[in-house]
């Protein structure tokens, strides 16, 4: 009886060994195939947000350090995203989130798109899905205080109004 035990924990010492090594293994040959870095489309920088709507320049600079990574051509690549998978989820979030709002591409939007992006914008902030939490844990800089939130919330809001006047949403 003992003698099967030890047997049994043998085999499973030898599972988790291989397992381990197996791993090990993938992690380095992913490394191949590194992810390729999200470019900037061919957008004017005059298509900017900060060219396209009067952005004052504190929510440009909060816009700056909490969403160009993702939401704009501006992206800085940490070194990290040199190893993989990491690479690819970031490369992913990017795509992702130019998709939904490209801050450097802002001007190229409708007027009722960008009325509609600035209202999203504010929404997004004021139920704290962005910045993403995942991007938060190694971004902590990019959290926004109450105090920032609510100027960006009430600049896209004035900004809405602003465009609502003008007849142009």
């Given amino acids: 009886m003992r003698n099967g035990k030890r047997r049994d924990e043998i085999t499973k010492m030898r599972v988790l060994k ?3 090594l197996a791993v090990a293994v993938l992690l380095v040959i992913i490394q191949f195939f590194p992810a390729a870095p999200v470019l900037p489309g061919d957008i ?28 704009s051509n501006q992206t800085r690549y940490p070194w ?22 490209d801050l450097s591409g802002f001007g190229t939007y409708s007027k009722r798109k960008q009325w509609n992006k600035l209202r999203a914008i504010a929404e997004s902030i ?7 939490t ?8 990019a959290r926004l ?17 602003a465009m609502a006047a003008a007849g142009r949403p």
């Fill in 18 to 20: 291989i397992t381990g």
């Fill in 44 to 71: 004017s920088p005059a298509a900017d947000i900060s060219h396209t709507v009067a952005v004052p320049g504190p929510v440009r600079d909060i816009f700056k350090r909490s969403c160009y990574d993702c939401h």
């Fill in 80 to 101: 990290y995203t040199r190893i993989q998978p990491v690479g690819w989820l970031m490369a992913s979030h990017i795509r992702k989130g130019r998709d939904n709002l």
């Fill in 126 to 132: 004021r139920d704290s899905s962005m910045p993403l």
């Fill in 134 to 141: 995942s991007y938060l844990w190694i971004h902590p800089d």
């Fill in 145 to 161: 205080s109450s105090r920032n939130a609510m100027l960006v919330i009430n600049w896209a809001e004035a900004t809405r109004n």
